[in-house]
């Protein structure tokens, strides 16, 4: 019931294409589902995060969809670019015990093709 | 943009050795944390602490685990008797509220 199941494990998609990634959860506890995007070598950068109280939330090219009755939620990358190519890691945690173990999908590894 | 602090960036053991992996987390946070990454496999929950005490752990963090906040800046993470299974990258992270920024991370690599 800990787990976010991710999806595709994979994507390549071509420059200003829209790439979309899913997530579901099954615990309904969770009440926070950021997006983490890593680069080799690196740390998971904080991308986007939503709440379930609403359904979207847009920043720049980067929108998250959130469907409370399926516990789904995905991230869509609007006019994908070369940079965008990285590793993207859904996650979501229930915030009530005021610190904040994530529990991570298994990461889409995204390939922008120019 | 304060960031959150990892040192070292790669460290090499021998099977069986103690190693100390240390972090220093954005000054104004309250909660601290450490994850493991095992090389294309995803990132994985260790330990979070808080107020001087370990809040929550995880399977993994057993024993041969232990989190230290030794001063006002440190926050650090020690394996004992380091095995190859502990070959992993370790990120630690940090936050105020809900959000969690991360370091880095250590690539430990056990020999």
């Known amino acids: 019931q800990q787990q976010v199941k991710q999806s595709p494990q994979s994507l390549i998609v071509q420059k200003g294409g829209i790439s979309i990634i899913n997530c579901a959860y099954e615990n309904t506890a969770f009440d926070y589902f950021p997006w983490y995007q890593q680069f080799p070598g690196k740390g998971p950068a904080l991308l986007i995060a939503i709440r379930p109280d609403v359904s979207e939330k847009k920043e720049g090219r980067f929108t998250i969809s959130f469907n409370k009755s399926a516990k789904q939620f995905s991230l869509h990358i609007m006019d994908s670019q070369p940079g965008d190519s990285a590793t993207y890691f859904c996650a979501a945690t229930s915030h009530s015990g005021g610190y904040n173990k994530l529990i991570f999908g298994a990461g889409t590894r995204l390939a922008v093709h120019p | 943009e304060p960031e959150v602090t990892q040192t070292p960036s790669h460290q090499v053991t021998q099977m069986g050795q103690e190693v100390i992996l240390r972090c220093v987390p954005i000054?104004?946070?309250?909660?601290f944390y450490w994850y493991r990454q095992i090389l294309g496999q995803k990132v994985e929950f260790l330990v979070s602490?808080?107020?001087?005490?370990?809040?929550?752990k995880s399977e993994i963090f057993d024993d041969q685990f232990s989190v230290e906040r030794p001063d006002g800046s440190n926050f650090t993470l020690k394996i004992r008797s380091t095995k190859l299974e502990d070959s992993a990258m370790y990120f630690c992270?940090?936050?105020?509220?809900?959000?969690?920024?991360f370091g880095q991370g250590t690539r430990l690599t056990v020999v």
């Open positions: 000054s104004n946070h309250l909660y």
């Open positions: 602490f808080y107020n001087n005490e370990i809040s929550e």
């Open positions: 992270a940090s936050s105020r509220q809900i959000e969690a920024f």
